[in-house]
């Protein structure tokens, strides 16, 4: 297998990410970056609208100012760790103080960024983000012969490669997360589509066109509930 080329940023191009920033201007500039790298960018001015997004879909991804009305962005995150331990999170501020950044650091925050926030110090941390979604790995054995590339998005068996579409890539991912577990048809919705949610014909088709790719055996169907993606 020829080995694909490998960027960073490439592996967030089917993800979404929660921004959270009280200042427009900033904000504005901010996601305009954003939308180059991933999939959907959500914006929001505060941490309680924040939280009621959380509530409503899922992110791959969390960006917060730490100052904010209503609901500053430390004490977002405290709330959004006591149900997800593991989701990246990068905060922005204009403070540095050392009580920020230990709570920072209890926290389990990927990067502390300080502002002005410039484009290249944005860049690298996204760049540490995308080593923690994929644990630093390039490839991703799902059995003999079968690798997955979470960076091209590309599955390759022996000498085929496939491309995969971003729900296919984001399912499988999210199955990759969950493995040798029941994964329910709402956990799926809430993942891929939020709010709007489709038939439940969308994600069978989904799985009908990763099963493939991938092969049929790896994702065995639970009547009724949802899912098993089966690993070695």
């Known amino acids: 297998m020829k080995a694909d080329k490998v960027d960073l940023l490439d592996t967030l191009s089917d993800k979404k990410v929660l921004y959270a920033e009280d200042d427009m201007g ?53 709330r959004v760790r006591q149900s997800d331990k593991k989701i990246p999170i990068i905060i922005i501020s204009a403070h540095t103080e050392q009580e920020y950044l230990w709570r920072a650091i ?33 490839e991703i054995k799902l059995y003999e012969q079968c690798i997955y590339n979470p960076y091209t998005k590309t599955i390759h068996i022996n000498k085929k490669s496939s491309k995969l579409s971003t729900n296919e890539s984001r399912l499988l991912e999210y199955f990759i997360k969950h493995p040798n577990q029941v994964v329910s048809y709402d956990s799926i919705y809430s993942y891929l589509w939020g709010v709007d949610t489709p038939s439940k014909e969308a994600i069978k088709f989904i799985i ?25």
Do not use: W
């Open 26 to 78: 900033i904000a504005k500039n901010t996601i305009e970056i954003l939308e180059f790298f991933f999939q959907k960018v959500v914006g929001v001015t505060n941490g309680k609208e924040a939280l009621k997004e959380l509530e409503n879909s899922s992110y791959d991804v969390l960006i917060f100012d730490v100052f904010m009305p209503h609901l500053d962005g430390i004490e977002t995150i405290r």
């Open 106 to 138: 209890e926290l389990k925050i990927t990067k502390y960024l300080p502002k002005p926030c410039y484009k290249d110090t944005l860049l690298k941390a996204l760049e540490a983000i995308s080593v923690e979604l994929t644990d630093n790995k390039t």
């Open 208 to 232: 009908k066109e990763l099963r493939k790719k991938i092969g049929k055996e790896i994702i065995e169907n639970i009547y009724g509930v949802g899912y098993i993606f089966k690993t070695m």
